[in-house]
């Protein structure tokens, strides 16, 4: 993985730097290198046969290899400003000026009523369905937790500048791949 890593930020890289493509272009052009070296390496393992831990192993290998031909050792820069905004970027503030980012507040609230929300349904199904769900106040302490670890956070982010964007990315896809 981190060697498709290297070898998709290289490409764009050179993409965004030496041929001034607009970096939301490099991005879905990476996410299909990515998907197809994948699709590549997941044919050699299912279709001829190889074993998962040699295409791996040479996948790393190959990708390292293409990771310098592009680079050719060197690095490049600097990066388009929207990208630097979205990989640096912080969630921008809204409403009145406090201690806290108020829209990492916000959002904050937003995840504690998305996950009691999911832990409640989560619990009824199991009812439903006549599995034993944990006793009531094992239950009841459980969303304690989580709502306390999610307020911490929450907290911590909110007093610096707020919620980073890549955060809310990375968040997205954990959800996306989560139902997938």
């Known amino acids: 993985v981190g060697s498709l890593t290297a070898l998709v930020g290289a490409v764009a890289a050179v993409l965004m730097v030496e041929h001034q493509l607009a970096w939301p272009l490099a991005v879905v052009v990476t996410l299909l290198i990515g998907a197809a070296a994948g699709a590549v390496q997941g044919f050699f393992i299912a279709y001829v046969g190889i074993p998962s831990f040699i295409v791996t192993l040479a996948g790393m290998l190959l990708f390292r290899g293409l990771t310098e031909i592009f680079l ?8 388009p400003e929207g990208l630097q905004k979205v990989a640096n970027g912080f969630l921008p503030e809204v409403g009145p000026v406090t201690n806290y980012h108020n829209l990492t507040l ?3 609230l937003g995840v504690i009523a998305l996950v009691v929300n999911q832990e409640i349904r989560n619990r009824a199904r199991q009812a439903e369905f006549d599995l034993a769900p944990l006793p009531k106040n094992l239950f009841v302490l459980k969303l304690v937790a989580l709502v306390a670890a999610i307020t911490v956070a929450t907290l911590l982010l909110a007093s610096y500048k707020g919620a980073p964007v890549v955060l809310l990315i990375l968040a997205v896809l954990l959800v996306c791949f989560g139902y997938v």
């Open 72 to 79: 050719r050792g060197q690095t490049l820069g600097p990066f």
């Open 106 to 108: 916000l959002l904050g």
